[in-house]
């Protein structure tokens, strides 16, 4: 079926840069005669959908006309940093309400929080963090403590994401107090909305090379949450390493198919949150501001919709 979709297209695309390599390295033979090839667009979020609202007002007040023109974006680098702390924080004690409403975890505006949600699936491999439990716990304890919002579902035939969702909870009250977790029921675009804007980092750790896309980061970067992941999918085409978020690993150690290099990147992971962006939270407010503008200048202003559909217009529809 994919052979005759693809001789039968008219145009083909990967939903990201990356994915278009991928699927052309898969799809297109050398040799025999075919007659497609795989070009990219990369994919985006509809942002009045998942701007938070304390965020899309402040985008009202200082970029009016960011919903008709969202490349307007570029300006959150002329907004004052505070209003996105201000801004931040408001979403984020929306979001850890419902949390201590929905489940008995009590979570705290003030301390630093990871989210983590997506379909429960083995290769988006949501244990990775808790590798090493010994090492989370004690980095917890040296830079102050850290909260983290797992949240997905299992489709009802993948055993793997379903032992994956069982793992997660079973260690999830094993490193208190230090390390606080919670696994949120239900995960649908409601909670999504809550978790994408009010975590403080957003935690994304695919094996290589099969995060197609990615858009969870995306809803992220909008409300000025910077992501902290794997080079895989999107984030090779927009991570400015300490700019709009950090890398776990380069992009050559990205690219090992599909042999398992998780020992390594979860180590890569405790370094980069033990070194770089913990610190950044705790200590260096003025860095962490510049990040979050960043996220939402460079990111949000481009993986959107709007500019996904024109590209979809130029390159496909019409051509
Ligand atoms: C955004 C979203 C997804 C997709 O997230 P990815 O990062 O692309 O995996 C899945 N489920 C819900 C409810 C979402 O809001």
Not at 42 to 56: C, K, M, Q, Y
Not at 71 to 97: M, N, V, Y
Not at 193 to 209: C, Y
């Amino acid at each position: 079926m994919t052979y005759l979709a693809l001789n039968l297209s008219h145009y083909v695309n990967g939903v990201a840069k990356k994915h278009g390599e991928v699927s052309r390295k898969l799809l297109v033979p050398r040799d025999t005669d075919h007659h497609y090839t795989i070009d990219h667009i990369t994919n985006g979020i509809h942002l009045e959908t998942w701007a938070a609202p304390s965020f899309a007002k402040l985008f009202d007040r200082f970029l009016p006309g960011w919903r008709a023109d969202n490349a307007s974006l570029r300006g959150a680098l002329s907004i004052p940093a505070t209003e996105f702390w201000e801004a931040h924080q408001t979403a984020k004690q929306d979001l850890i309400d419902e949390i201590n409403v929905r489940t008995e975890a009590s979570f705290d505006a003030e301390i630093f929080t990871l989210g983590f949600a997506r379909r429960a699936t083995a290769y988006k491999r949501a244990n990775l963090l808790l590798q090493n439990r010994v090492r989370l716990k004690s980095l917890a304890e040296q830079a102050g403590n850290l909260q983290i919002v797992f949240a997905g579902k299992a489709h009802p035939q993948d055993e793997q994401g379903k032992q994956l969702i069982q793992e997660i909870v079973r260690l999830k009250d094993t490193m208190l107090p230090e390390v606080k977790i919670v696994y949120m029921e239900n995960y649908d675009w409601d909670l999504a909305r809550f978790i994408t804007s009010g975590v403080d980092v957003w935690l994304n750790t695919p094996q290589p090379p099969l995060e197609a896309s990615g858009t969870s980061g995306m809803k992220a970067a909008l409300n000025g949450v910077p992501s902290l992941s794997i080079l895989d999918g999107w984030w090779l085409e927009d991570r400015i390493e300490d700019v709009t978020g950090w890398a776990i690993g380069d992009a050559k150690s990205s690219d090992m198919g599909e042999a398992d290099c998780s020992d390594q990147d979860a180590e890569l992971l405790y370094e980069k949150l033990q070194n770089i962006v913990l610190p950044r939270y705790y200590e260096q407010r003025d860095s962490w501001l510049r990040i979050m503008s960043h996220a939402i200048a460079l990111n949000a202003s481009y993986f959107n919709t709007q500019r996904m559909i024109q590209q979809y217009v130029l390159k496909a529809y019409y051509e």
